[in-house]
């Protein structure tokens, strides 16, 4: 974080958070209505995207307080004050970037389950049946006129 943290960056983390969430709730909101969320693998990919929702949502907040922090911090009456919001703003800011860990660490979870289960269904797939090869055609005959 820089050491005179910009009030309009701290908010854009906010909004940039906020989107992902939002985006991720959508997401998770179609998996759930797909008929794929009632397999095994389905199941545990809803439980990984029902994680990402709520964890992401949390980032919000907590990028909003630190750039609230940070307007504020000129005003602060005094050095004590100073030092104690720019603690706050330190800590909540880590907070939201570690939502953010989370969530992406959630969704790598949803994936790998996504492709674990692909990559069995490749391996079970039936092989096409196989076919007798086909006589060659006829050649040219040996008698000629």
Known sequence: MPATPSYAELLQHACEA???SRDILQLTA???RSSHSTTRAGTAVLAHLATVATV???AVPAFAETAEIALS???????TDRQHS??????????????LRRS?????????????DLDI?????PSPPQQS???PPPGPSGRHR
């Open 86 to 99: 720019e603690n706050r703003m330190v800590i909540d800011h880590a907070a939201a970037r570690a939502c």
């Open 73 to 79: 911090l000129p005003r602060s009456a005094g050095p």
């Open 56 to 58: 992401s949502s949390h």
């Open 104 to 116: 992406s660490d959630s969704l790598r979870d949803a994936a790998k389950e996504l492709n674990d």
């Open 18 to 20: 906020q989107a992902l």
């Open 133 to 135: 090869p086909t006589p």
């Open 121 to 125: 269904h490749r391996f079970f797939r």
């Open 30 to 32: 179609d998996f759930a």
